[in-house]
């Protein structure tokens, strides 16, 4: 993977850091998933989360002022939360020796840095093998093949090699598809050709760059993330790769949460030990077949149990004719692109790593058709002089650049509608 002469630069290094033992569990974690589909009842709770509640309140210093208190009279927590003080979510019975830190940017304006271990980190694998095993898909095993390949597109990207245990060693790769990190474009297809990925992950944007690059090996699988991915989108990546996508709702704080199954109409949740909600902004559930806030309590992060978590995500929890947990509706975090006065495209994520250094309470950009950039801070921020640089040196010199100063709002106007279709918070 690294010595291909049209290989890519790998700029990091990379492994899953499992000790025998831990794989071990890995392993054994990945059957309890696969014989354990999620259940989810109407008006009841899973037999789990009451000692999940217990746990937390014991040993999480955020929650230990709670104990005692029923599920339903528990306070809800947002991204913000966490991103002041996500210690304070940590339990205490955590070995941070061997902690791992995921920086992640998301869409709220609140970047985050998520805690995890190596044993944490091989659970997510769990999840895409059940998503892929309910289309007929069993991924192969050995170290004579690439399994997976991450696809990024972005200017600037962690990119390395490793190996997956779980699968028998077979080759993963986490590379980036923009130009920068190859000496030459036409580079991209006859690497990946040579590499035949068994199955191909990325969002809506690398997966459309990939589909660029004139590869010609088709993966058994492509796995959509991280954003919203319309239908026609889906229906092309389909066509242009000749195998099933699979879209998956996931986030940094939780893992994949829930994938889209075109049976039933919705996106079918993954976790067996992840309780879902649906409120109002009062905190209240939504009657039945009413759009709310998707809020989780559980999940498989050890480092940072959940409890009534609201994801700033929106849809309608349903239950599919055969008995299936469903989210319907859902609204997601869109993808978006920028273009500079070059004609290059960048992506919404570039944008927040170009920010994340400006003190900014909250912001929100937008380029008009003219291409001229409206940057709209909002709430009292000491940081528009150095997002200007910023701006200009992403975009460069040449970039017209409004920028609005604006008091913070102070209500939270949402659009629903009930497809996927370019819906989400407006």
Not at 64 to 74: D, S, V
Not at 324 to 349: C, E, I, K, M, S
Request: hydrophobic fraction near 40%; include cysteine; charged fraction near 20%.
């Amino acid at each position: 993977m690294i010595n291909h002469p049209m290989a890519p630069r790998y700029r990091n290094r990379s492994g899953h850091k499992l000790t025998p033992a831990e794989l071990q569990q890995a392993v054994a974690f990945e059957k309890q998933v696969a014989a354990t589909p999620p259940g989810h009842l109407p008006d009841a709770y899973p037999g789990w989360l009451q000692e999940f509640i217990e746990k937390s309140c014991r040993w999480v210093p955020a929650y230990k002022p709670l104990r005692g208190k029923p599920f339903q009279e528990l306070p809800t927590w947002t991204r913000a939360d966490l991103s002041h003080s996500v210690e304070r979510y940590v339990p205490d019975t955590v070995d941070v020796s061997r902690l791992i830190l995921f920086s992640t940017s998301g869409t709220t304006g609140h970047p985050l840095v998520v805690p995890s271990l190596p044993l944490v980190a091989s659970r997510y694998l769990a999840f895409y093998l059940a998503a892929l095993r309910e289309i007929g898909i069993e991924p192969a095993r050995g170290a004579d093949h690439v399994g997976i390949l991450l696809a990024g597109y972005q200017e600037k990207c962690f990119t390395y090699v490793s190996v997956n245990p779980t699968l028998g060693e077979s080759g993963l790769a986490k590379l980036n598809l923009h130009p920068n990190d190859w000496r030459s474009e036409s580079h991209r297809g006859p690497y990946l050709d040579d590499m035949a990925p068994e199955v191909i992950s990325g969002d809506p944007i690398s997966l459309a760059e990939l589909a660029r690059v004139g590869m010609q090996h088709k993966p058994r699988a492509i796995i959509s993330t991280s954003m919203v991915l319309l239908p026609a989108q889906r229906e092309y990546l389909e066509t242009c790769f000749a195998c099933p996508l699979l879209d998956i709702y996931s986030m940094n704080e939780a893992g994949p949460i829930a994938v889209y199954d075109t049976a039933r109409q919705g996106y079918r949740l993954l976790q067996p030990w992840l309780h879902v909600e649906t409120l109002d902004a009062s905190g209240q559930a939504v009657a039945p077949g009413e759009v709310g806030e998707i809020t989780i309590t559980g999940g498989f992060n050890d480092c940072l149990p959940l409890l009534r978590y609201r994801t700033g995500d929106y849809g309608i929890l349903a239950m599919s004719a055969d008995g299936r947990p469903l989210l319907r509706a859902l609204q997601g975090r869109p993808p978006v692109r920028f273009r500079t006065p070059q004609g290059h495209w960048l992506n919404n994520l570039e944008i927040t790593h170009a920010l994340k250094h400006c003190a900014l309470a909250q912001y929100a950009l937008h380029q008009d058709a003219s291409g001229q950039l409206i940057l709209r801070i909002f709430g009292p921020s000491a940081g528009m002089a150095l997002a200007r640089i910023a701006l200009h040196t992403l975009f460069g010199p040449r970039q017209p650049l409004r920028i609005e100063h604006l008091p913070l709002p102070t209500a939270k106007v949402i659009q629903y509608t009930s497809d996927l279709a370019g819906s989400g918070p407006l």
